[in-house]
């Protein structure tokens, strides 16, 4: 049983554009959701987070939405750049647990 | 600047043989944790630690074990490798209750042949 799902294998976005990558998740323990990026030979790096008690933190170009009672995230870049172009992993951990669960990954690509 | 360090970034074994994968963080995080990425898997967690001397199984621990002596090195060992063992392997540590996300490393990229 998967418990973060990210539907979406892949997406492509025109430079400059928004660019919206989805996630959701089943178990209602989960009060910390976190977003990662990952390019190719690298390992993921941490990119934002939000905590159950928010249902928005912006950084910059990027800006994570939650939604509780339909236990969806949202990641929006605006605007995208070709240098967004990675794979961007979901995540998200129950109160204290430290431990995250990761759903499988959307790769997006910005074309110039 | 802070990171974890992978020993290796590629490694080819032979099936049976016994495989150690090291990783060294240099935070003082409280947690660390061994993944591994395999296309359309995601990251699937293999064995996490809490704290020096304490492991805990995570979602695919068959095939595999940890060892954390020390608080900055957690090791990955494959008993016996087998040829669905070929992937790559993640290691991350975090702070107690993993605010601030994880601090991954860069990945050992292992075949067994």
């Known amino acids: 049983d998967q418990q973060v799902k990210q539907n979406s294998p892949s997406l492509s976005v025109q430079e400059g554009r928004i660019s919206i990558l989805n996630c959701d998740y089943t178990?209602?323990?989960?009060?910390?959701f976190l977003w990662y990026k990952k390019y190719p030979a690298e390992g993921p790096t941490f990119l934002i987070s939000?905590?159950?008690?928010?249902d928005k933190n912006e950084d910059g170009r990027f800006t994570v939405f939650l939604n509780k009672s339909a236990k969806h995230l949202s990641l929006h870049i605006v605007p995208s750049q070709p240098g967004d172009s990675a794979v961007y992993f979901c995540a998200a951990s129950e109160p204290n647990a430290g431990k995250s669960t990761f759903g499988d990954g959307t790769t997006l690509t910005v074309k110039p | 600047d802070v990171k974890v360090t992978q020993s290796s970034r590629y490694l080819v074994k032979r099936t049976g043989e016994k495989v150690f994968l090291e990783c060294v963080q240099d935070?003082?995080?409280?947690?660390m944790f061994w993944y591994r990425q395999d296309p359309g898997l995601g990251l699937r967690l293999i064995y996490f630690s809490y704290d020096v001397k304490m492991k805990e199984k995570g979602d695919i621990p068959e095939g595999y074990s940890v060892s954390r002596e020390k608080k900055e090195r957690f090791s990955l060992i494959l008993e016996s490798a087998s040829t669905n063992q070929t992937s790559m392997y993640l290691c991350?540590?975090?702070?107690?209750?993993?605010?601030?996300?994880?601090?991954f490393g860069s990945g050992t990229r292992l075949t067994v042949v």
């Open positions: 935070m003082d995080h409280e947690n």
């Open positions: 178990n209602s323990m989960f009060d910390y």
């Open positions: 939000i905590s159950s008690i928010k």
């Open positions: 991350a540590s975090s702070r107690w209750g993993g605010f601030g996300g994880y601090t």
